[in-house]
């Protein structure tokens, strides 16, 4: 079966994107950082064979709107739907034709396909696979979908809070074969933000 991995996205526009970040470097760094980030990660992670990728989106009338997204060939865009955050994980993780599932946010500009890679492979012998990140919430969330995932996987989480990761755990079944990748940095500061601009430069051919 095809393993799918679902890129979550919200439209890349100055004053609507990482608030809490542009409360320490500005709206208009912040909507660098995130534009700059989306475009790298589709990119880096849409051109890998070894799965499908799609772009889901918020707003959905935006995923028909040219010039906002990456022009990655055989990247799908598709709208995330309506909810909550947890409302619109799940509906890939029910909807996408048979196979894993993987998704990732575009906030953790570190994420490189090999991280991919590993969490398809693990989600071979496990139902699910998250990449914690340092902040307490995580940066990708994999279901195997044999068994179906549970309704309300998602309800009761703490979004954008230290108790993400802990409350999503809570609500698998109990029986679940969980595993975890490495955690990343989740860059949503301004502090963070500095520390992956050290990276960046440090790392630079």
Known sequence: MTPHLVIFARAPRRGAVKRRLAADIGPGAAYRFYRQTLFDVTRRLGGDPRWRTWLAVTPDLDAMRPGLWPPVPGVQLIGQGSGDLGMRLARPLRRLPPGPVIIVG?????????????????????????????????????????????RGLFRNVRWSSNHALADTLAGLPADARVTMLDALDDVDNGAAWSAWRVRRTVNKP
């Not at 994420?111 to 696979?129: C, K, M, P, Q, T």
């Not at 902040?135 to 044999?146: I, N, P, S």
């Open 106 to 150: 575009t906030d953790i500009p570190d994420i490189e396909s090999r991280y991919i890679a590993s969490g398809f492979a693990a989600l071979g012998n496990h139902d699910f696979v998250f990449g914690p990140a340092t902040d307490g919430g995580y940066w990708l969330v994999g279901a195997r979908r044999c068994p179906a995932v549970p």
